[in-house]
């Protein structure tokens, strides 16, 4: 057997050179060595990759092995990554050219080392003369700055408004020194458009008339029984907006109506209105803010406090005979996730002092008095707020007064068992599941449980004795079995009728001390 030749591949797989192939015959033994020195390429070039070097290799070569560059390729600059002798560790070097012959001419005597690799950039893209009009125009997008110095240039390059444009807000994004866009609003129907000049990289916008209204918004907030953000259309008046925010309410100053206007983005002007006499001829602007001042501070009947769940929570002021759903509407409403059956309304009880008093004085009802108390927040007004807000049932509304508190919880996600079973806690709820479902999950009964007095809290603050296992369980609901070694106290009548026990308290306790 003999060397009979020497095939380099890289001739065939890069260039499709096949001078050198040859006809294979029985026998033959084709032997492919080990790799020798390698080094990469990357970046801008049409194959990256690792290839293996020749004697000799060049910086040209690499590249002419790699596909060359792309269009995108820049020449200028190249950086080399090679690893230093003297400290083992890779340095950068980054290799400049004049130009493109430069380039060629100098990557030639640029000789490649083992474990090299070449980073090839990439030119940018950007384009640095234009400005872009974009919406509702004949031909919308990119405009040479230079044939294009104001708005009257554009319009006629861009084959002119569409007859469904809308005209009113024609809007220019500009780029300040902040790098932040400035908005610079046009109406294209009142002013020359040859005296807007443009900037290069301005961005105009321009809506259809059913667009605008999805993207222009005015405010009401004050005295209005709907306060909050409103959808813009054209020509719409003062009277239009409050009707759309519910109406004035009782104590609204109607005739020093407040307009912030945004001339700019940093020139604003507040104009007066009076409602009486401009509701139906005043026209609003895009992104107006109306404001509705009270005439009358001296119908403040107090403060009350609303957490949890609502748009605004804080302390707020509040009217003479103001309800609690007037209120709730009144600053923004709830959240996606308040739970509206179980809101907790709290008012303090001047009942509860006479509790106390009896608590303190009668030892011989000091237990009763004490399991009352802890069983049953006196504070707390129970209601069916799902029947007020759900159903608009104005029984279940109650008058507003100072001090009073509101918390909106969060939608539950559990289910409560507490007392005589042996497995006591919290239980992910389960849609339509019944009592039976969430007594098994804690263990079932104990021997001391008193299973015929089992009773239910309710999310609302309500109670339900049962001893139907079969019915239904309702987020947030706590079970509750009592043991017998408390039988002898009625826990749920101490719950429902605390009013009645109370009274018998105090006449027991009038008694004695007579």
């Known amino acids: 057997r003999r060397l009979y030749k020497t095939i380099d591949l890289y001739d065939l797989l890069i260039y499709g050179d096949k001078s050198d192939d040859i006809q294979l015959k029985k026998g033959d ?19 990256p990759a690792i290839y293996e070097l020749k004697e000799n290799t060049t910086m040209y070569s690499l590249l002419a092995m790699s596909g060359k560059y792309t269009r995108n390729t820049y020449f200028r600059e190249v950086n080399l990554i090679r690893r230093s002798t003297d400290s083992d560790q890779f340095k950068l070097q980054t290799l400049t050219f004049k130009n493109y012959d430069d380039f060629i001419n100098t990557s030639k005597k640029i000789g490649i080392e083992n474990g090299d690799i070449i980073d090839i950039k990439a030119i940018s893209d950007q384009i640095d003369n234009w400005v872009n009009i974009e919406g509702d125009v004949l031909h919308p997008g990119l405009y040479e700055y230079g044939k294009v110095r104001n708005m009257q240039d554009l319009m006629e390059l861009s084959g002119g408004f569409n007859k469904t444009a809308y005209l009113d807000r024609v809007e220019i994004y500009r780029m300040t020194t902040s790098n932040r866009d400035e908005i610079i609003p046009v109406n294209a129907n009142e002013i020359d458009l040859k005296n807007v000049n443009l900037q290069m990289f301005d961005k105009i916008k321009v809506y ?18 709907n306060p909050g953000n409103f959808v813009y259309y054209q020509n719409m008046t003062l009277e239009d907006v409050v009707f759309k925010a519910g109406d004035f309410k009782y104590n ?24 009486s006499s401009e509701a139906k001829t005043f026209v609003l602007q895009p992104f107006d803010e109306i404001f509705v001042k009270s005439v009358r501070t001296y119908d403040v009947a107090g403060t009350v406090e609303i957490r949890g769940e609502t748009m605004q929570p804080g302390v707020y002021p509040i009217y003479k005979n103001e309800t609690l759903s007037m209120f709730i509407k009144r600053i923004g409403g709830f959240t996606d996730e308040a739970y509206i059956p179980g809101i907790e309304f709290y008012r303090t009880n001047k009942n ?12 011989s009802n000091e237990i009763l008095v004490q399991n009352i108390m802890s069983l049953s927040n006196f504070n707390r007004i129970r209601m069916d707020a799902g029947a007020l807000f759900y159903k608009n049932v104005l029984d279940e509304d109650l008058k507003l007064q100072d001090k009073d508190s509101i918390v909106i919880p969060p939608i539950p996600q559990t289910v409560g068992v ?40 309710h999310a609302d603050g309500t109670v339900s004795k049962t001893s139907d296992f079969g019915s239904v369980v309702l987020k947030g609901d706590i079970i509750v079995v009592p043991t017998r070694e408390t039988r002898e106290i009625d826990w749920v009548k101490s719950i ?15 008694a004695i001390f007579q």
Do not use: C
């Open 352 to 363: 509860l002092n006479l509790l106390q008093s009896i608590n303190k004085t009668s030892s």
């Open 418 to 457: 507490v007392g005589g079973v042996y497995n006591q806690g919290m239980f992910v709820y389960k849609e339509n599941r019944n009592m039976q479902y969430y007594l098994n999950d804690a263990g079932l009964f104990r021997k001391d449980a008193d299973t015929n007095e089992t009773f239910v809290i």
């Open 496 to 510: 429902l009728d605390w009013t009645q026990i109370i009274f018998n308290v105090a006449v027991t306790w009038k």
């Open 29 to 47: 033994t084709i032997f492919v060595p080990k790799i020798a020195d390698t080094a990469a390429i990357k970046g801008e070039i049409k194959v």
């Open 208 to 225: 259809s008339t059913s667009e605008q209204n999805k993207n222009y918004t005015l405010s009401v907030q004050g005295e209005v029984y």
């Open 252 to 275: 609204a100053d109607k005739e020093k109506i407040h307009v912030m206007r945004k001339m700019t983005t940093s020139d604003n002007k507040i104009l007066e209105v009076s409602y």
